[in-house]
């Protein structure tokens, strides 16, 4: 089990995936939020693995960049 | 975006596919909790989609029962 506090290798290839397709999509965090409902200081967060994101944020932000969401794990 | 309290399409497949390997791997809900450091009835709660699960233990359940974190989405 990991420990509290250390982000599981999930959690860091979520944020690294979904910051590649938001920046290739040519999105703002600002369009993130919009297109997702998501407050965009916590999609900045997110990106860089600092938050424990829950299942239906992580779907949210999934349909804001437009992909399934097993393709940001 | 979901309403609060709606569970996404994700958060339902999860527990759905958690549920339906975890008996196909002949575990018990005790057997996956020991194996991924979650309480077992947390881990009922996800099965039926009444949890908002978070990454980090969404993937210590994958673990648990095997599997790639996307398998299960």
């Given amino acids: 089990m990991t420990a509290k506090g250390t982000p599981s290798p999930a959690r860091l290839t979520f944020g690294k ?13 600002e369009d993130l939020s919009e297109a997702s409902g998501v407050n965009w200081s916590y999609i900045s967060q997110v990106e860089s693995g600092q938050r424990n994101i829950a299942v239906d944020n992580m779907w949210r932000l999934a349909q804001g960049v437009g992909v399934e969401l097993k393709e940001l794990l």
Same sequence: chains 1, 2.
Avoid: V
């Fill in 17 to 29: 995936k979904l910051r590649a397709i938001r920046r290739a999509k040519d999105m703002t965090l």
